[in-house]
């Protein structure tokens, strides 16, 4: 079994198709004037939900904070560090001592994104980052 789909709500929703397809060069399966649907080349598939742009996302409540992608190769994770520092939105990039590399930012609606490589397929993720503690 493995994840398939995470539903991701968003201010701004052309801003936020715009940035998912750079970032993470997703495409578009399916909109709507009000969702997307974003499907990777793995077949991985982010719906994005446009609600107004008053709406709250509480750090540290209950529900999804963040998702972490994996970068096929070390380019493509420079390349998603790039596109998140050319829109001003990279806050760090760190390797942990498992062995894999992070890049993370924030979408135009500030949720927390990561973008890692090597993958978990690639390299076991035997504990807890530190990073989610402060997602």
């Given amino acids: ?8 709500n968003v201010f701004d929703l052309q801003e936020a198709v715009s940035f998912y397809r750079e970032l993470l060069g997703l495409e578009v399966s399916a909109d709507t004037s009000t969702a997307a649907l974003l499907v990777s080349a793995d077949g ?3 719906y ?5 742009g008053h709406a709250s ?4 409540g209950i ?8 970068a096929p190769s070390p380019a493509e994770l420079r390349h998603c560090e790039q596109v998140l520092k050319d829109r001003h939105a990279h806050t760090d990039t760190q390797e942990e001592a498992d062995g894999f590399v992070w890049v993370q930012g924030r979408d ?5 994104v990561v973008v890692t490589h090597p993958g978990p397929d690639q ?13």
């Avoid at 994840?3 to 991701?8: E, G, I, K, N, T």
């Avoid at 390299?123 to 997602?135: D, E, G, K």
């Fill in 63 to 70: 529900g999804v904070h963040c998702v972490l992608w994996t």
């Fill in 123 to 135: 390299v076991a993720r035997t504990r807890i980052i530190s990073r989610i503690y402060a997602l």
């Fill in 48 to 52: 994005l939900r446009s609600l107004s």
């Fill in 108 to 112: 135009p609606s500030g949720v927390t």
């Fill in 57 to 60: 996302h509480e750090t540290g």
């Fill in 44 to 46: 991985s598939q982010l």
């Fill in 1 to 8: 079994m493995r994840l398939a789909s995470v539903v991701l």
